[in-house]
């Protein structure tokens, strides 16, 4: 992923949650404005992506309103390391067969 | 004079009464959009899901509507940019492409007469705004037969796939036949070739399909003889256009012409790709007739300065047109900000320091980068400073504001992103925080020149050797510090996040660091002068009222004699002594 990806991407799934949210009137603008200033100071623009994967899981401890985004960003960590695990299974395999 | 300054207060922590209501009324600028809008804006990636944050967190956001970015682009048209920003630096692609007025020797009668046809419609591309927009984002992304119809209001379909072959592969395929004409002998193909060609638009268009099928056109052109035959799908759409094109021709032997025309096209794979049988010459031709026949562009210097007009769209003759327009789309994106900010600047001049603003009356606006700054004389007034610690001009005869802004040239920020640039400080923040204050000190100037110069007729020579010219950088030095504090005090103005203000405290401390350690125009004291008449007016502490320091300072200006201020020499005796430990009052005995 690109310099600053990572934030860019999860800045964009935390901005179109609130915005649906507010849309579909399940927050009000008072909670979206909380909910905004903690993301913005939880987030910093400078985070480095290994910062940044220790800040989302925390994400929603104050605010459950932001559960799909850290539950989607630890699947995909999640997926990142078993994929990691099978290719280290199969690069041992390989090793043995050969 | 520097020890003064180390102490200088100018922020008033408790904000300053605000002259009149209106700050409520949202300014014309600031369009609206829906939620939903906000959400595609950020889905499309036209705004930044920070900002947007940033609006949310910032209650700017409202039941239902989010305000659009105070410099929001969409504010402007392209045809203010054009009217306002110069053409040059960062922006000197704006209008690089323009429409042929004289029509082409090269084309003939006949083919003109459809050009001109067209003209109407491009002249509208080239001055779009949701065309441009769309290109300035998009980047490379072909203009599709829908915006074409859609954003130029086109309904004529013939008229849309010309243009959409015109902008897109810089082809118009009805000057397909006059290419082709050029070249028939060298070709070897019967007269009725370019006839039936002339006569059948559909063909016209098979063969522009063609030779804009990035499959064919590599094919084509990297063939050798006996080399590797054309991919199946791009034969068979060879063997179509030919029955068709043979068949329009209405030639009775029908094989001895489609040998030719196979070989035209290097079917059989006999020739190298430029021998003259091929149809290599009537392909380049027909990008160059349309290059020609259509456009004009600008053509520069080695070292980046206007040289003239020349026939065509730019120095690589086959490239799309939609480049060069992408190109004009991208500068006047930046010219849309340079026109908002400046707005924005000036409107909070005008509702916060109203005592000491008059209209500046700016023409022109100019945005370059620290290279281009250095010939375009950024540093001409001073003496003693070096181009790298100037951040923008005034020039008073062309009323041109001029900023540096972007890729800094000392090696503090080559890696500096699209929307930040470092100030001379080395401050390090995002455009709209360093230009915000650069424009603000340049107009400043203008509003000083409004005040005091005006009042003189003719040119000072040798200005920068004058007092006016100190006297005036210190009144530029005193806004620009109020302006900062102004912009801490409403970060909303300029749609400012913590790390923007903090980033305005740092540019702060930088000039008053500067005020103390450098000797220039900036710093020699005159600033010191203007901030004791603005504390003598303002008072001090808990009580200290920023529109009577304004008034103050108001009172001042209107008291300069610019023939006085312009003769007396900054090397003169009593200036210099007065530099030291003058008082406002010793000041105005000295030059009113």
């Known amino acids: 992923m690109e310099k600053q990806g990572l934030r860019l991407q999860i800045e964009k799934d935390l901005a179109l949650l609130l915005l649906e949210k507010l849309s579909a009137k399940e927050i009000d603008f008072k909670k979206a404005q909380e909910i905004a200033k903690f993301i913005l100071k939880a987030i910093p623009e400078n985070i480095t992506d290994a910062e940044l994967m220790k800040v989302v899981p925390k994400l929603d401890d104050n605010f459950t309103e932001l559960c799909p985004i850290v539950l989607k960003y630890l699947r995909e960590k999640e997926e990142i390391k078993t994929n990691q695990e099978i290719e280290k299974l199969l690069e041992k395999i390989r090793r043995e067969s050969g | 004079m520097v020890d003064d300054t180390a102490k200088v207060e100018i922020q008033p922590q408790n904000t300053p009464p605000e002259p009149s209501p209106p700050e409520k009324a949202v300014p014309p600028e600031i ?181 804009a099928d990035q499959a064919f056109s590599e094919a084509f052109f990297l063939a050798m003889p006996g080399g590797e035959a054309y991919p199946p799908a791009v034969s068979e759409k060879i063997a179509s256009l030919i029955q068709d094109w043979q068949k329009a021709t209405g030639i009775d032997s029908p094989e001895e012409l489609q040998g030719q025309m196979r070989d035209f096209f290097n079917l059989g794979r006999k020739f190298w790709p430029e021998e003259a049988k091929t149809a290599h010459d009537t392909f380049m031709s027909a990008n160059r007739l349309t290059t020609d026949g259509y456009f004009e562009s600008k053509s520069f210097t080695s070292d980046g300065e206007f040289k003239g007009w020349v026939s065509g769209h730019g120095s690589i003759p086959n490239s799309p047109v939609r480049e060069t327009l992408t190109r004009h789309a991208q500068a006047a994106e930046v010219g849309k900000y340079l026109v908002a900010l400046q707005r924005k600047i000036l409107g909070i001049y005008q509702r916060y320091l109203p005592e000491v603003y008059v209209d500046p009356s700016i023409k022109k606006l100019e945005i370059t980068n620290p290279l281009i700054a250095k010939r375009k004389g950024y540093a001409e007034y001073g003496y003693g400073e070096s181009i790298e610690e100037v951040n923008g001009r005034w020039n008073p005869e062309k009323r041109l504001i001029g900023i540096k802004s972007g890729t800094d040239v000392s090696g503090l920020s080559s890696e500096l992103p699209d929307k930040e640039t470092v100030t001379h400080p080395g401050v390090r923040a995002k455009r709209k925080v360093i230009d915000g204050i ?155």
């Open chain 2, 438 to 592: 650069t424009v603000a000190h340049e107009a400043s100037h203008a509003i000083y020149g409004e005040l005091v110069s005006k009042k003189l007729e003719g040119k000072v020579e040798e200005y920068s050797k004058t007092a006016d010219h100190a006297i005036n950088e210190g009144f530029s030095v005193l806004m620009e510090l109020l302006m900062i504090d102004i912009l801490r005090s409403h970060p909303e103005e300029l749609g400012l996040d913590t790390t923007d203000l903090e980033k305005l405290e740092a540019c702060k401390q930088g000039r008053l660091f500067d005020l103390k350690s450098e000797k220039s125009a900036y710093t020699e004291g005159t600033f010191r002068i203007f901030h004791k008449v603005y504390v003598e007016g303002a008072g001090k502490g808990e009580q200290r009222d920023m529109h009577q320091g304004l008034l103050a300072v108001r009172r001042f200006l209107d008291r300069l004699d610019p023939k006085k201020t312009t003769t007396i020499q900054r090397d003169s005796p009593r200036y210099l002594e007065l530099l030291k430990k003058g008082n406002p009052q010793e000041w105005l005995q000295l030059f009113s």
């Open chain 2, 31 to 211: 369009a609206t959009a829906t939620l939903n809008d906000a959400c595609k804006a950020v889905e499309t990636g036209t705004r930044e899901p920070r900002e947007v944050l940033e609006a949310i967190a910032t209650g700017t956001i409202t039941e239902g509507k989010l305000e659009q970015s105070p410099l929001s682009p969409e504010s402007i048209s392209v045809q203010e940019v054009l009217e306002m920003v110069e053409p040059t630096g960062t922006c000197r692609n704006l209008g690089v492409i323009r429409l042929r007025e004289e029509p082409s020797e090269e084309i003939p009668q006949a083919e003109q007469e459809g050009i001109d046809r067209l003209k109407p419609y491009l002249q509208k591309a080239l001055a779009s705004d949701p065309l441009l927009a769309d290109l300035a984002r998009s980047g490379d992304k072909p203009i599709s037969q829908e915006q074409i119809r859609n954003l130029l209001g086109i309904s004529d379909e013939r008229d849309i796939v010309r243009l959409y072959y015109i902008l897109n592969h810089n082809l118009d395929p009805a000057l397909i036949p006059a290419a082709l004409e050029k070249k028939r002998q060298q070709h070897q193909l019967p007269e009725a070739t370019v006839k039936a060609l002339r006569e059948n638009p559909e063909l016209q268009n098979q063969f522009a399909q063609l030779i």
